[in-house]
């Protein structure tokens, strides 16, 4: 019978979008009013963008080796059971509170009416380290902020010169107060004596790490493994990051990022990492052997019919019989589709940690994307079951996710051998037979290698 689901599951992938948008702006550039549609997704021929290959559901990780310490089973029951957090919380927070939220900017052109601005120094983590100083970018002249509390991260999308600049804090102290938040980035010409034009940048020293990767639509593997010594995976700015609109148009065409509640560490307190995190770092939060490791990928296996059953009618048209509510059925098929995969460790449960902060939306006096008759993402989300929202919204992607085949969603989520993100960036000891549907790799990443010889069949 697992056999057949198999089969059936592979279906799925085949759905895919063929051929992603373009992301081809209006003229002036896309703004928070006025966004890149959700098929304009970042760094399209990374990893993070590809959906999973027909046989991912023949690379389930079925018994412990190397950085896996334990099977897939395992894993998945130890991370959604921790601490009686079954399905863990995906936030959005209302006002200026931002635990683990993105601040997302977009930058426009002088001509277009935003400042130009550099970073001069960059003191958290290893932010000294950064390629991002010095380099101009573009944001509105009122400058940026992020919402107080942990985690907390930006991301400025430099539209003129095709930048994607990134910045993260995790609780220390200094210009951010701890779990203060605010106005990291000052309005701009403001007191600094510079113009805040592309020939005078108004210098911006702050208390974050600054990443910067080049070509939204091009960037290959939008990684680094010299910034930011507390973000694990090392991966830039957007990826992985669920935006508002994605949630209000009904898909999500990438991987998600995911938290768990402890990363699996060695000896020395470091973390037991896969392929595609580079660098084993970046946790604090160490756990037992049954925790996937960072940078593992996680991934739902429902059918085709099986998500039609679940799906609501305002995404396709009747709705199923067990039908989710619009945002939750959302994630589930975006894990089902494409994944996502281990980037940090300190919430309970497996959460989808970066999602869009509507702090950026408030400060620019611009309404967050909401379908007809709804005043707002959080209003809209509000009004639907499984969304947690008293304020803030909790959003339990895994709560009341109904039986299919006769089984709950912990048996329809498996842990990946690396095997697969391998394959699907044409790196040595990749698994994936075929490009994947609508996501070919690159000509210029290789072939993939040989299958690592994790080839069982799940009976």
């Excluded at 992938?13 to 970042?42: D, I, K, R």
């Excluded at 113009?195 to 020293?205: E, F, R």
């Excluded at 990684?223 to 700015?237: C, D, H, I, K």
């Excluded at 709560?399 to 044409?426: E, M, R, Y």
């Amino acid at each position: 019978m697992m056999k057949l689901v198999l089969l059936l599951f592979v279906l799925i992938l085949a759905t895919a979008p063929s051929s992603l948008s373009q992301c081809t702006p209006p003229a002036g550039g896309w703004t928070q009013a006025n966004q890149q549609p959700s098929t304009c997704v970042p760094f399209p021929a990374s990893i993070f963008s590809k959906p999973l290959p027909s046989n991912v559901g023949s690379h389930i990780v079925t018994t412990p080796s190397g950085p896996y310490t334990a099977s897939s089973d395992t894993m998945i029951n130890t991370m959604l059971t921790t601490s009686g957090a079954y399905q863990g919380g995906s936030f959005i927070y209302a006002g200026d509170i931002g635990n683990q939220n993105s601040s997302f900017y977009y930058g426009r052109s002088n001509a277009n009416g935003d400042a130009t601005y550099k970073f001069t120094a960059c003191t958290y983590g290893e932010g000294a380290m950064s390629s991002a100083l010095n380099v101009p970018f573009h944001l509105s002249h009122s400058g940026l902020y992020v919402g107080s509390g942990y985690d907390k991260n930006y991301v400025i999308w430099d539209q003129p010169n095709d930048n994607i600049f990134f910045g993260y804090q995790g609780n220390a102290g200094g210009g951010l107060g701890g779990f203060g938040g605010g106005q990291v980035i000052p309005a701009c010409p403001g007191t600094t004596g510079h113009a805040g034009t592309d020939a005078d940048p108004c210098p911006v020293s702050v208390n974050l790490t600054c990443g910067i990767a080049h070509g939204w639509s091009t960037n290959v593997d939008p990684r680094s493994t010299t910034y930011g010594g507390w973000e694990s995976m090392g991966s830039l700015g957007p990826v992985g990051m669920v935006r508002l609109k994605e949630l209000v148009d009904g898909h999500i065409y990438h991987a998600l990022y995911l938290n768990e509640y402890f990363n699996n560490c060695d000896s020395g307190g470091h973390s037991l990492h896969v392929y595609p995190n580079l660098t084993g770092r970046g946790t604090s939060s160490c756990g037992g052997t049954g925790y996937a490791p960072s940078g593992a990928l996680i991934f739902a296996d429902y059918t085709p019919s099986q998500l039609a059953d679940m799906c609501p009618a305002s995404l396709c048209g009747t709705a199923g019989a067990h039908a989710l509510p619009p945002w939750q059925y959302t994630m589930i098929e975006a894990m089902t589709k494409y994944g996502g995969y281990i980037g940090d460790g300190g919430l309970p449960g497996i959460t989808q940690m970066r999602m869009e902060s509507v702090l950026p939306y408030a400060k620019l006096g611009v309404p967050t994307p909401a379908p007809p008759g709804f005043s707002s993402t959080l209003s809209w989300l509000a009004s639907q079951a499984n969304s947690g929202c008293s304020g803030n919204c909790s959003l339990e992607m895994f709560k009341n996710v109904p039986l299919q085949g006769g089984t709950g969603i912990q048996s329809h989520l498996h842990v990946a051998d690396q095997c697969i993100a391998l394959g699907l960036a044409g790196q040595p000891g990749g698994c994936v037979g075929t490009p994947p549907p609508g996501a070919p790799i690159p000509s210029s990443a290789g072939a993939p290698s040989a299958p690592t010889g994790l080839t069982a069949v799940v009976q």
